[in-house]
């Protein structure tokens, strides 16, 4: 079978691909935002750098994108090849059995002109995160979001949330079940990094504020509650500028890395070393930092958003759950029942390693997206 994958260049969508490196499937990845090549198996046909200009640059050009970027997104197939003319070029030459978009906003609004062009071609759309739980409540977006879910043929969510979501907005394809964003993740590995419970001295803090992300409450929350923390580090990951000021404003003994300054496997060894994982967001699936949080065995403090989190924490077993990410004072209340109840965090350790084991090993996840497309290629053939 030949599968045209599109994305953008994403570390979930590398790991995802690869879990076909032994597939006997004719591989092929379209880079929708026009960037440099993948870093990834080599028997993976990439098109990248595809962008081109139909006529020079105009005066003024620039300025419409940045303030009028509607009207700019009208006028850009003038300007420009776009995503969707691009992919129509590969269907051509390639004559893909399935497309398979990662993501909605950036990934699969661009290419729906040609699927419905195309609708012999079958589709599958992997769900991420914000796509629909959020998206859905902007008008323009949930008249795209349901032409999407009507034309699709398959799909796979990374929480269950997301498929009740997608069939109340009109999907009535084949669901291939939860798997987490990029597939599973080997175990065996991040096993090396694990400390034990007494060797745990950070609160790790993921640092988003923007229009998801609720980081800096969780940095009000752990002012107000300092003096319980002196015998551990507070950390704060993936700092926005607005939460990187408050703390130095405030002159707060928090160590902070930005939003470029850690790579995954620093980020998952500082988990490996923390008693607590905090996240903290008004919108997502299932976030990828809590996964690996449990992975790494740091209790997760998370909010839950939709009840996308519930589905792997049981609040007051092996995490707990924010219930309103803009209340200071919950989050404030929760930490302190995390930090005076220590004998639940350590048993948290072994249910966490558990639930890692059943739901996020690489082999485990790996056949069930082998699965996937075996079933696809089962209905075309």
Not at 75 to 86: C, I, K, M, Q, W
Not at 274 to 296: F, Q, R, W
Request: proline content about 3%.
């Amino acid at each position: 079978m030949k599968i045209l994958f599109v994305s953008m260049h994403s570390i979930h969508a590398i790991r995802w691909i690869e879990n076909l490196k032994d597939s006997h499937h004719e591989l092929y990845w379209f880079d929708v935002t026009s960037n440099d090549k993948l870093n990834t198996i080599n028997k993976v046909y990439q098109f990248t750098n595809w962008k081109k200009r139909k006529i020079p640059y105009l005066k003024g050009e620039y300025f419409l994108r940045k303030n009028y970027s509607s009207l700019y997104n009208l006028l850009n197939p003038f300007f420009e090849v776009t995503a969707s003319e691009y992919l129509e070029k590969l269907i051509q030459d390639i004559q893909p059995d399935l497309i398979h978009s990662f993501e909605m906003h950036t990934c699969s609004y661009p290419i729906l002109k040609t699927m419905i062009k195309f609708k012999h071609i079958k589709w599958l759309y992997s769900c991420w995160g914000n796509d629909l739980y959020y998206n859905r409540q902007i008008p323009n977006d949930l008249k795209t979001i349901k032409k999407i879910l009507s034309r699709i043929d398959f799909l796979h969510t990374d929480c269950q949330r997301d498929f009740e979501i997608a069939k109340s907005l009109g999907f009535m394809g084949d669901f291939f079940g939860v798997i987490p964003t990029g597939g599973g993740y080997d175990l065996g590995y991040y096993k090396n990094y694990v400390l034990t419970f007494e060797q745990r001295k950070i609160i790790l803090i993921k640092g988003y504020e923007h229009l998801f992300g609720r980081g800096l409450n969780v940095v009000k929350a752990l002012q107000i509650t300092n003096d319980l923390f002196v015998n551990y580090e507070v950390v704060i990951f993936g700092a926005h500028q607005e939460v990187i000021e408050f703390i130095n404003f405030n002159k707060l003994p928090f160590k902070t890395f930005g939003r470029n300054d850690l790579s995954q496997m620093e980020l998952i060894k500082l988990m490996g070393k923390s008693i607590l994982y905090i996240g903290n967001s008004i919108s997502d699936g299932m976030p990828n930092t809590l996964l690996e949080a449990i992975i790494m065995q740091a209790f997760p403090i998370q909010s839950n958003p939709g009840n996308a989190t519930a589905e792997i924490i049981e609040n007051k077993k092996n995490g707990l759950l924010i219930t309103d990410s803009s209340d200071i004072n919950e989050i404030k209340e929760k930490i302190i029942f995390a930090l005076t109840n220590l004998n639940l965090l350590k048993q948290a350790m072994t249910l966490n390693s558990e639930i890692a084991e059943q739901r996020l090993n690489y082999n485990h996840n790996q056949l069930k997206i082998e699965e996937i497309y075996s079933k696809i290629d089962h209905v075309l053939n």
